[in-house]
């Protein structure tokens, strides 16, 4: 039903704008990488079963350390096992001291 006879009862929309031509010979975006470029470099990580290195080139880990500790400058890893306080070199795992001790388990390390 009209209620203004001879006008429509909105005003009438405008016309849309044309539809934009296809773009031609554009080639697609490239696809993102599936890992990240560049990276390099070794990644410190506490897992289940303690501490692990893992090489960011590859993903793959290079090193399992155990419930090991790092000093505050990640110089060396501190580890108490089989009664034993080990110092560890970073990145080698190397032990460079050993002191018999008593206790369960390394916390933190202090330089003091």
């Not at 039903?1 to 080639?27: D, I, K």
């Not at 079963?49 to 960011?56: E, I």
């Not at 790092?70 to 002191?99: F, I, M, N």
């Amino acid at each position: 039903m009209n209620c203004w006879p001879g006008r429509s009862p909105w005003p009438p929309c405008p016309p849309c704008p044309p539809a934009p031509e296809p773009r031609r010979n554009q080639q697609p975006p490239d696809p993102p990488p599936t890992r990240p470029v560049g990276l390099a470099g070794t990644l410190y990580a506490r897992t289940a079963s303690g501490l692990v290195a893992v090489d960011l080139a590859t993903g793959r880990q290079i090193r399992e350390y155990g419930e090991a500790v790092p000093d505050a400058g990640w110089k060396r890893l501190h580890q108490l096992k089989d009664g034993r306080l080990r110092v560890l070199d970073l990145p080698s795992g190397q032990v460079r001291r050993e002191t018999p001790v008593s206790g369960a388990q390394v916390k933190a390390v202090s330089r003091s």
